[in-house]
């Protein structure tokens, strides 16, 4: 399991956000809630938000998580201009480009998608 962004809730507590891998797909879980999200919905979504990963970027790597041939990298990088270093999800796939964005900014994506997949 990859905790890959924190929410502040109503009652000013933080709350996790983790991924981990499913059966054929990925998985968010916020709070109680456990929502399916398809590999080409965080695809997209990377491809959408996101910039081609550096390979050279001096990032450190928290963790990472693989399902089927994908794999979700969390690392953290401090830019020249920022007085704190930033989180940031990488997603790969064989033969694919790589993708890196800023996870404040695609986890709220991811998880609209994911509350919209489960509505009946």
């Not at 965080?42 to 550096?54: I, Q, T």
């Not at 920022?82 to 999800?89: F, M, P, Q």
């Given at each position: 399991m990859l905790?890959?962004?924190?929410v502040s809730l109503p009652t000013g507590q933080l709350a996790s956000v983790y991924l981990?891998?499913?059966t054929g797909m990925?998985?968010?879980l916020a709070g109680e809630r456990v929502l399916?999200?398809?590999t080409r919905a965080l695809r997209a979504v990377m491809a959408k938000y996101g910039a081609p990963f550096d390979p050279d970027?001096?990032?450190t790597a928290i963790a990472e998580l693989?399902?089927?041939?994908a794999r979700v990298r969390h690392v953290r990088h401090l830019a020249g201009y920022?007085?704190?270093a930033r989180d940031y999800l990488v997603f790969e796939e064989p033969g694919e480009p790589v993708w890196c964005a800023l996870a404040a900014t695609v986890v709220p994506?991811?998880?609209?998608?994911?509350?919209?997949?489960a509505q009946p």
């Amino acid at each position: 399991m990859l905790r890959i962004h924190e929410v502040s809730l109503p009652t000013g507590q933080l709350a996790s956000v983790y991924l981990r891998g499913g059966t054929g797909m990925f998985e968010i879980l916020a709070g109680e809630r456990v929502l399916s999200l398809p590999t080409r919905a965080l695809r997209a979504v990377m491809a959408k938000y996101g910039a081609p990963f550096d390979p050279d970027a001096r990032i450190t790597a928290i963790a990472e998580l693989e399902c089927d041939s994908a794999r979700v990298r969390h690392v953290r990088h401090l830019a020249g201009y920022d007085v704190i270093a930033r989180d940031y999800l990488v997603f790969e796939e064989p033969g694919e480009p790589v993708w890196c964005a800023l996870a404040a900014t695609v986890v709220p994506a991811l998880l609209h998608l994911a509350r919209a997949a489960a509505q009946p």
